[in-house]
């Protein structure tokens, strides 16, 4: 099992970024070392702020400057003598002339202020390289202080975020406490179990299939003397084969007799996982299907494009994945690849992160063919209009190879002024270029190609269609003449043209789209009488109300779209599971924890009779993720809670009772060598004593009361309650299962 990242704590601990230099630079000097760390400022007459901190050492006499990554902020040096430059929306270039006055040994502690408040280990400076005279890059080995030795470390005057250990506490002795008595009890459950006898001894690695086309995805399961017989459609032998032996082993294993009959309520169960804003590999999306096929799910929307990336090799665009797929030092519009986004070490070649990568032709055929052979459909996304840059600048560079402006797909003379949500000024495609059509029928018909090449069906391309900012194109002459020559009203009916004209390509070609919930949202009734029947599904993330109206499901479900619920505060599992400062993933759309994402009820979130619901679907988006590991800590547990709402659109399972299905799932992940989350012990202070307790059985618990970080060198809590010493003390806490540690659980006795 891979230490380096366990959990979401200690994942946020160490981040080793590789040395690297590329083209023919010279050789670079040792790698430097960085720490960063970060304390909130009290709130002055403009806001609040605060002020971070990298400590720089080793050999920085030839560095001109420091990159690094950062979620786009206004910030200043501190020190007049430093400088720092935005590149792009989340990339920085840092200069002192200190660090050439550096000696072997000094450190430099450059500080920056920066408005709003550090919350979260996620929000901190990632991907520091070394930036060198000649423009090469080296290596920086990056530390991260403790965010939890101070409380204005994390908190802020009037908000403190920690989640509070006392209710933790409460929460473990909720769930804790539900023994999984019957053996039949998995996720998704079964619809129907009926007993017919004693126990028998059965070999779930012999299972008797008997084929039946009717059944759908319908199946009907017999536990007896005579062992265990399936019968199901042939399509879902492979995917309920991995999901009983996950459930019930191998080999041998006494059972009740009985009787399973199963069918799920929503025909499209979905996971969407993003590679674009940080790239996994073949392996790990294999991985990711295993998962998926074991606890139901039939749909992977696979995220290829955005506007940090582009991952998939297209026949004919080379430039495509020779500028999208590649990230590293430079501003990117007048480079071979782009800038460096989230992480990554300044070199575009550099194999190691997240950074870079793609998937080649070979590569997606066989991750849909692995799919197909699972029972798992795979939809492919291609963003647009918006979520656009890494393909804009891509075409730029096409077009300039090959001395031909036909292939750009923005307006060369648009002045447009907008910021889109990731805090880019450039990044929408043109609907009034040709290119861009250009562009989208060549992937669309390459993409269709490797699906037959693979013998593979391909349900629909996702074609993104949301986050166009406004204003996007209002500074277009080429949009102006198109708004006046096919009679559009405003931006809105622009979008819609775009929508339209790619549909109508691939209602040629004979293959359905999907989009986001804005290709959906508020058009003309032309518009929906032409474009719905050629969607496959749309994602509807929001929960927010539209003006007069219900809400953008309420907007959809009067439209006839097929309706995927995909909402930000059930399904979006890059969501933070809390918001304790040391756990990664965001929070601008709230927590998600296993128990958030059971709680989605379809009839809760959709109670409109006469919407066309298709489906649910989780989405993972890789901001904040780094490795393979990080990404199984979004999906586990929280996919069991999608899984067994997807399955079972009524109430099943009561926490206590879901928990102590995760429980028996635990040592089945970790033989497997995935990656999950840990919760936080509980704590609570009361009549001198220190109580403690955990979710989990035989988890070791470790403490401290001196306000330094327990490790397993720290008291074990095993009797669960302590003599508390005088007060003010501090309590740190965290639990550690196997090879995991959980976050630290936090009590301040004042």
Known sequence: MNQLLLTAASAALCVLVGACSFGSKQEQPQAIEAEWSAVNLPVDSVGQYYVQTLALSGNLKDVKALGFNQFARIMEPVDSRDTLVELVPGYYELRSPRFAAAAQGDTVKVALKVKGAIRSICYGIDGVHAIYADGSVGKANMRYADMLASRDNYATADLDRMPDAEEIFLFNRKIGNTPKTNPYSVVPSFKNVAFTGDTVTVD?????FKADESMGEKFKMTVDTFGVSVVAAPRQFARLKA???????TGKVSLPAAVVEDWPDLEYRGLMIDV????QKPEEMKRVLDLMAVYGFNHLHFHLTDDEAWRLEISGLPELTQVGSRRGYGKGMDKDFLPQIFAGDGNPESAEGTANGFLSRQDFKDIIRYADSLGIAVIPEIESPGHGRAAIMAMNKRAENLADSSWIICDPRDSSVYTSAQSFHDNIMNPAMEGTYKLMDIVISDIMAMYEEAGVQLPAIHIGGDEVPRNAWSGSPAVHELMKREGLADERAVHAYFVSRVADIMARKGVKL???????????????????PQTYSVNCWSTLPSQGQG????????????MVLSNVNHFYL???YNYHPMERGLSWGGTVDEFDALNGYASRLCPYPQANLKGIQAQVFAETIRSPQGLEIMLLPKMLGVAERAWNTDSTYTHGEFHSVVLADMPKWEQADYAYHLRQPGVKIADGKIHFNSPYPGAKLYYTLDGTMPGKHSPCADGNTVDAPQRPFTVKAILVEGPYTSACTVAYAD
């Open 276 to 279: 674009a804003r940080n790239y």
């Open 243 to 249: 999901r009983l032996q996950h459930n019930f082993g």
């Open 514 to 532: 999907s989009g986001w919930q804005e290709i959906a949202l508020r058009h003309s009734p032309d518009y929906n009488k032409t474009v719905a």
């Open 574 to 576: 890059d969501m933070t």
């Open 204 to 208: 779930f690695g012999r299972i008797d």
């Open 551 to 562: 809400g953008v499901i309420a907007d959809i479900a009067n439209t006839g779209f097929p």
